[in-house]
Each structure stands twice: as structure tokens, then as C-alpha cells.
């Protein structure tokens, strides 16, 4: 069963989760991606904070192979308790 999708695989896709600033929000987020993803390259991660600083927001860029593959990191960073929100 296939599910429609507006991407084209392969692709470039932005990952972006937000959480408080006293985790080490940046490497949490890039060890869960890596479950998932073979290889993040260098300069793929940036981070943010928010306007009073309570809160950080980490982009990865990866190469995304499937909607499948996209689903899987997204479940485990919303499942994670210092993860606030992904989109």
C-alpha cells in the first residue's frame, strides 16, 4: 500500500524540534535523527534560541530516502520528554 505524498524522494528535508535551553537540546535531537539517517553533514544542524532565550530550536537538514523514514524520526523526537514539538 503506498501513501501519497507531495515529496519527491530523494530529498532534502528540514527537521526542526524545539525544546527548553537547559538540555543539550542539539546533540539529543542530531543522536535521535541518527537513528535514522546514515550521515548528517556538516553545517546540516542550526540552532536558534527564542527572543528571553527559555528556548532553543535545532534544524537538521538530511537527506530524506522515504515518508516512512520521515514518520520514524518525527515519532521519536514527539515521544521524547525534552522535545516540546517537531514540525
Keep these: 500500500m503506498s501513501e501519497e505524498t507531495l515529496l519527491e524522494f530523494p530529498c532534502q528535508f528540514p527537521i526542526k524540534a524545539m525544546g527548553k535551553t537547559n538540555v543539550e537540546l542539539d ?3 542530531i543522536e535521535i535523527v541518527r537513528r535514522h539517517v ?3 553533514s556538516e553545517g546540516a544542524v542550526t540552532t536558534r534560541p527564542s ?3 527559555n528556548y532553543i530550536a535545532v534544524t537538521i537538514i538530511i537527506e530524506a ?3 516512512q523514514q520521515l514518520d520514524a524520526i518525527y515519532q521519536d523526537l514527539t515521544d ?3 522535545v516540546l514539538m517537531a514540525l
Design 27 to 29: 546533540l539529543l535531537v
Design 38 to 40: 546514515a550521515d548528517i
Design 51 to 53: 527572543k528571553d532565550g
Design 65 to 67: 530516502s522515504s515518508k
Design 80 to 82: 521524547h520528554p525534552h
